[in-house]
């Protein structure tokens, strides 16, 4: 018996290695899939989703992967290892046992009642972290803006509300859960109180082998079919919810991609040629993005478009790219594309990098590219030149360094057909005219381009021109035979300024533009809510440039004070005095009631002892003693069970409700800090770290750590119970407990202070990972127009493959010391045991 419990342990947590392993494979496949499919959404998907649900997705939904595996195989094994239970159990009190089977088979059909009140309260709150992450995302995108306009006030009010009824469906999921760890915590002393109150009701005698083999084989089955079980339904329930939230996500509509392959003939005449083209955003909406459009733009011509805001400039652009599907006339586009974005985009990384985007460095190249975008300047004032690192959203560059930065990116590809969406409008008149000389009408000449702007004073130098007005071409031509036409350009000018003027305090929802126009770019409208681009081109000094900070890790122990102040922000001190009673309540009643049973058992050996002396005499026992006996050993059996249900049920309750209100003001702190801090702490912390903490860790502190206190604090109460009752009956049982008790807190300060470390580690390697994730979703059509997505999903998969090796490494700290705990106790539970044996007399 000593070695098949020895071999239980390590078979054991053999098994929790293995499914912990396939848990997170099967977690990492699934973040490569989300991710990629991220990459190929189309416009129309994109506007279905959001950022804050992919955020969610793999920060919440996809951890579920990681506990099913670990208590899936509980749903069969729990009923097996019932059924052999019960076999046992007949054998040893007969048909009594059945009325525990009752007990047992009434708490199936509620645990599965459970599971699917678990599963809607889960699908629920999903919806609502969404909607929370996607608010913190354009929070965090907009908050110059926000600063600007001092909008704290309002936007913290948006998150707090949201925030609330997200708290609101935890809570009684929590309490759900609260009543399911209760259940099982009450569930063994009701079923054995059950089992044998029919025992004796049927005329049976209590002894101390019944009662000592009843109660070990319902101790059996207790962390099985009591906790692991339901555990593995609710889990099944919950991630039921988050496969079918990612079967939505994966089964949204991908944009079509056309081959690029041209025949030698069509490599040497590029163009673009497009007839009777209309296109729709929104079909729901009666008028077209673009309306019967036909133009034609061949190898070393430039085509300028011109217009008011939200014309179709941008929409003509979208089309042509293959963002904005035709729903009538031809396109055809002969040659490669490239496209610089009116929104500069830049990713974290070197300056050279941006510009490079995965192509091979030719320095020749390289520096006729920087010259012609005016960055040779900038680069010799920036510290490290062009392998100075810029920061998440490009931090460390000004608005007019980004937009250069972005149009080197697309003319160092050196493709065929250049889409240029308004590139001279974050620059100052001196470098707009050097970008348009000596870029986009030198180093490009030979190229096929077409130009969004307002700059009109370029018009002259452009092959053709079209003038769009409500997505329809007003006018087109040279710039000669326009202005034969009796066009008024000023007009037009002065037709911009209006609309800009007129929307330059925009309202504080429509800051969720941005993140719309980071994904979809219906019109060139979103660029007047960023002021930032429309300031001139100033160059940051070197000194002033800040730097992306590396993210700090906390060091050493967590200390008592940092408790402290978590659990009185959920409870007052007189509710925390309050718990403790009610769990030493608790407690001791449950202990007290497998004292009641032992001694209840000892009482009637005794009386039956003495029945059959009294038998021998010839002297007859009354049956009314024998009834009141049993009564007032019953009552108090019951009374004792009924404490420890009650007790029970209100410790776990009171314990969930304060744990989550804990939560709840520790996310409302933590968002009042950074929603008031300086705009420099959104320039070092990339917005991925800033998403880690409101996403993955908030999740953690709604859900896991609740329960893992409770799991912690009852087997505490347990042990010491079980340890003063033991030492109150056997003192000399102190005698290996002491030495045992020192060994494990030597075994659990060793763990803790390397398991510490590792949890901040996989925190900190989790940042890149939603850094990466927001980044691409922002730069999503550049990345599409350079055809970069495998580039971009293998370094998704290299920051996901950090990411694991640090969790995969906690898992094994973690199955390491539950393997020393489990192994040591065997060996004690030998020594013990033969111990008795040697000593019975």
Same mark, same amino acid.
């Given at each position: 018996?000593? =070695? ?5 342990? @390590? ?17 990492? $496949? ?160 009701? @079923? ?27 101790? +059996? ?58 296109? #729709? ?24 478009? @011109? ?64 010259? $012609? ?70 180093? &490009? ?90 300031? +001139? ?28 102040? #978590? ?37 009637? /050996? ?12 010839? =002297? ?26 009650? /007790? ?68 505490? &109460? ?32 060793? #763990? ?27 730069? &999503? ?52 045991? /033969? ?7």
């Amino acid at each position: 018996m000593s =070695i098949s419990t020895f071999a239980l342990s @390590i078979l054991q947590h053999l098994y929790y290695y293995h499914v912990q392993r396939t848990g997170m494979r099967i977690r990492v $496949a699934m973040c490569h899939m989300i991710y990629k499919k991220a990459l190929g959404l189309s416009s129309e998907s994109m506007g279905q989703t959001t950022t804050g649900q992919i955020v969610n997705l793999l920060s919440n939904d996809v951890n579920r992967f990681d506990e099913i595996t670990l208590n899936l195989h509980y749903l069969w094994l729990g009923p097996l290892q019932a059924m052999v239970i019960i076999v046992l159990l007949w054998y040893q009190i007969g048909p009594s046992c059945l009325a525990g089977v009752a007990v047992l088979a009434l708490m199936m059909p509620v645990q599965t009642v459970f599971g699917k009140l678990f599963g809607i309260f889960r699908s629920r709150t999903a919806v609502l972290t969404d909607n929370r992450i996607r608010i913190m995302n354009e929070v965090v995108s907009g908050i110059r803006i926000i600063k600007m306009y001092a909008w704290e006030k309002p936007f913290s009010a948006l998150v707090t509300d949201v925030r609330r009824k997200e708290i609101r469906h935890i809570l009684k999921s929590s309490y759900l859960r609260g009543l399911n760890m209760a259940s099982s915590f009450a569930s063994s002393k009701i @079923i054995v109180f059950i089992t044998f109150t029919v025992y004796v009701l049927l005329g049976n005698t209590l002894d101390a082998s019944s009662v000592f083999v009843t109660v070990s084989l319902y101790g +059996t089955i207790k962390l099985t079919v009591a906790l692991l079980f339901p555990m593995a339904i609710e889990k099944l329930s919950e991630t039921a919810v988050s496969v079918r939230r990612i079967e939505e996500f994966l089964l949204l509509e991908e944009i079509e991609r056309k081959s690029c392959g041209l025949s030698l003939e069509e490599q040497k005449d590029n163009s673009v040629e497009i007839k009777k083209m209309t296109c #729709y955003w929104d079909k729901s909406l009666d008028a077209p993005s673009l309306q019967n459009i036909s133009i034609t733009v061949k190898s070393h011509e430039l085509l300028t478009v @011109i217009g008011t805001v939200g014309a179709g400039k941008s929409s003509l652009l979208s089309a042509i790219l293959g963002e904005l599907p035709p729903d009538s006339g031809n396109l055809k586009v002969k040659g490669q594309l490239t496209y610089a974005a009116q929104q500069p985009w830049v990713f974290p990384g070197t300056v050279r990098s941006n510009i490079l985007f995965g192509r091979e460095f030719n320095h020749q190249r390289y520096q006729r590219v920087l010259g $012609a975008c005016a960055l040779k300047r900038d680069m010799e004032l920036l510290p490290d030149g062009d392998l100075t690192l810029i920061g998440d959203r490009g931090a460390t560059l000004s608005g007019g360094q980004k937009a250069r930065v972005n149009l080197a990116r697309a003319v160092y590809q050196d493709a065929d057909i250049y889409l240029l969406d308004d590139p001279l409008s974050a620059v100052d008149a001196e470098v707009g005219r050097h970008l348009f000389e000596k870029c986009i009408c030198g180093l &490009l000449k030979n190229k096929c381009r077409i130009l969004v702007t307002h700059q009109l004073q370029y018009l002259q130098a452009s092959d053709q021109i079209i003038v769009l007005k409500e997505g329809h071409i007003m006018a087109e031509g040279t710039y000669n035979e326009l202005q034969s036409s009796g066009l008024n350009f000023q007009s037009l000018q002065r037709s911009d300024e209006d609309q800009e003027c007129s929307i330059r305090s925009p309202e504080p929802d429509r800051l969720s533009l941005l993140s719309k126009r980071t994904n979809n770019s219906h019109s060139s409208q979103s660029s007047l809510l960023v002021p930032e681009s429309r300031f +001139t081109d100033q160059q940051l000094p070197a000194e002033t440039v800040p730097s992306v900070a590396e993210e700090s890790r906390a060091e050493g122990n967590v200390s008592g004070h940092i408790y402290l102040k #978590y659990f009185t922000s959920g409870h007052s001190p007189a509710v925390l005095v309050f718990v403790v009673l009610i769990s030493v309540l608790a407690e001791g009643a449950y202990i007290m009631q497998d004292w009641w049973l032992a001694y209840w058992a000892r009482g009637e /050996f005794s009386n039956s002892t003495a029945r059959d002396v009294i038998l021998s005499s010839g =002297i007859n026992a009354t049956r009314s003693e024998k009834e009141s006996d049993l009564t007032f050993h019953l009552g108090i059996y019951a009374g004792l069970t009924a404490a420890a249900v009650v /007790f029970g049920y209100i410790r776990s309750l009171m314990l969930f409700h304060g744990l989550v209100r804990s939560s709840q003001t520790l996310h409302d702190s933590m968002f009042s800090a950074v929603i008031r801090t300086l705009v420099r702490f959104f320039d070092v912390n990339p917005i991925g770290r800033i998403l880690n903490r409101f996403s993955k860790d908030i999740s953690q502190i709604d859900s896991l750590l609740p329960i893992t206190f409770v799991n912690f604090y009852q087997s505490f &109460l347990q042990n010491v119970g079980v340890i003063a009752v033991a030492a109150s009956v056997i003192p000399l049982i102190l005698v290996p407990v002491v030495p045992l008790l020192f060994i494990f807190l030597y075994l659990r300060r060793f #763990y803790l202070r390397t398991s510490r470390d590792v949890k901040r580690l996989e925190s900190t390697t989790r940042s890149p990972v939603f850094s990466h994730l927001s980044s691409s979703l922002q730069g &999503l059509w550049t990345i599409r127009a350079f055809r970069a997505e495998e580039r971009l999903t293998k370094a998704f998969d290299a920051h996901q493959d950090l990411h694991t090796e640090a969790w995969f490494l906690f898992l094994m700290t973690s199955r390491w010391f539950a393997l020393y705990l489990d192994s040591i106790c065997s060996v004690f539970v030998t020594f013990v045991t /033969f111990g008795c044996i040697l000593l019975r007399d």
